[in-house]
């Protein structure tokens, strides 16, 4: 939706950071065009104690699992770069994290060495992910590679 270069866009996690959830909703509000909010939303199927989501959401950021930012056409206007990346680089396990979670525990028991590879190609394509938001939003800070 960024690549229209008219919609404003946000991805927002409320229990990894409120503040940015709030700020990405109220101009998403006074956007004066299409607006999209794309949030992370815990479900009981995920197969982990719901009373922990936050932390859940929290660490899902910190692992570049789920990025938060705010694309705003009207900050090109202002000679700024539309992109806002509100997440640090990837700095958490990705593996450890999704482990939480029932549906990626039972392919860990099932298929352990594809889910091996797997959580290997996940964290490369996190980062990747990553990189590419960071270039977008002018951030020249390279994210911490193994």
Known sequence: ????????????SLGAQLNQTVKAIQEAEAYPG?????????????GYDLALSHDQMRQLTATGFWPLYRFDPRRADEGKLPLAL??????EALEETLLHEQRFRRLNSQQPEVA?????DAAADLQKRYDFL?????????????
């Open 1 to 12: 939706m960024m690549m229209y270069g008219h919609v404003y866009v946000a991805q927002i």
């Open 34 to 46: 299409p607006s999209l909010i794309i949030a992370y939303s815990p479900c009981e199927e995920h």
């Open 86 to 91: 509100d997440s640090r680089p990837p700095s």
């Open 116 to 120: 091996e590879q797997l959580w290997k």
């Open 134 to 146: 960071a270039q977008m939003a002018g951030k020249a800070e390279k994210s911490n590679t193994d």
